[in-house]
């Protein structure tokens, strides 16, 4: 038998949109350095995107069975799921910590496993006080590479990128129809995307009233079918608060009377990876109207209010950071 390592708890965060050979041997490496090994699991309950397409709980199936099928020990793997929060870090980094010491129960004898590939790895540096331990594992795989193979019907590139568990898992998924909607998705984004790297602006609008939110669904891809605020591009001639209330107006058929004077606050929304659709920045403004909002019906027949509960509890069910903004107006009130 192996020997026992002497470090108690590892701690290994990744997205793993899908797991591949290069986090498993990063796993099976780290399982000969720490007798218990826990995998964060990154971008939970988000909606399924081409970027983030499977549940944090479908990817920790998936890892657990690459694993077995590797010769791990069950008994020495620990879970956790954290959201995204792309404009609260200290938030995120809370939740990586709350969830790492439900496991080791406050254990001072922590490493953190993982490799600094580029800029979006700098969050290894962020736990100073776990002993960081790179990993040996060289490899050039990422997972972008296997989502575009698999998006592209590659399924024999696939299996050459990722272990014979995770293959199946995802021969599986090809047969659903979260697999035929993501396709499209996919196929969609990529004749969207604009050659130019040009910055967008985009401006939303966040109104609430009597307990309620404003939410319109989406039509069209990417997100068909995902909450999204009433928002638009400003016109040449319009300016920012105009085209909110516009997109208002337009896309629930609320009086842009009932709305104007209920500014409460605005904000900016521009973290670079918010949207597959390019570079967009998001100028949202939140109305706050009186107790007799509901009175206002919406006409347009995407738009309904919604219990703000339901809103904030149910971040997958918001297109892109949309959970996030409106948790950013209202997470509070
Ligand atoms: P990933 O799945 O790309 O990588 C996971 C780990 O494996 C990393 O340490 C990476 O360097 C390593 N790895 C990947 N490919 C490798 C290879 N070929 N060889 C050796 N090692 C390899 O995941 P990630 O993007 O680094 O995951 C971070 C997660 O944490 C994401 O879900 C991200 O959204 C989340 N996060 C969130 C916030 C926030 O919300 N504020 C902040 C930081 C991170």
Redo the contacts with the bound molecule.
Sequence with gaps: APPIPSRAYGV??????PP?Q??L??MLEALERVQTLIV????ARSARTTKNPWTAHERQDVIEAMLAEAGADPQRLRFVH?????Y??A??LADVRAGVEAHTGGSRDVAL?????DE?????RSFPDWEFLP?H???????TDVRRAYFEDRLSDVRGMVPPAVHAFLEGFQRTPEYAELQAEFLALRSAVAPAPATRLTVGAVVSGAGQLLAVRRAERPGRGLLTLPGDEPGPQETLLACAMRAVRQQTGLDTGAVLGAVRAQAIFDAPGRSQRGRIVAYVFHFALGEDALTAQPAGNAAAWLPLSEALEHPEGWFEDEAEIVAHFLAKV
Excluded at 120 to 124: A, D, F, K, N
């Design positions: 290994y965060i990744g997205r793993f949109e591949h290069a986090h041997l990063v964060v699991i990154g971008s954290v959201r995204d929060f792309l609260d870090e938030h995120w496993v993982g490799h600094i590939k979006s790895s700098y969050y290894l990993t594992v060289v490899s050039p795989l990422n997972a």
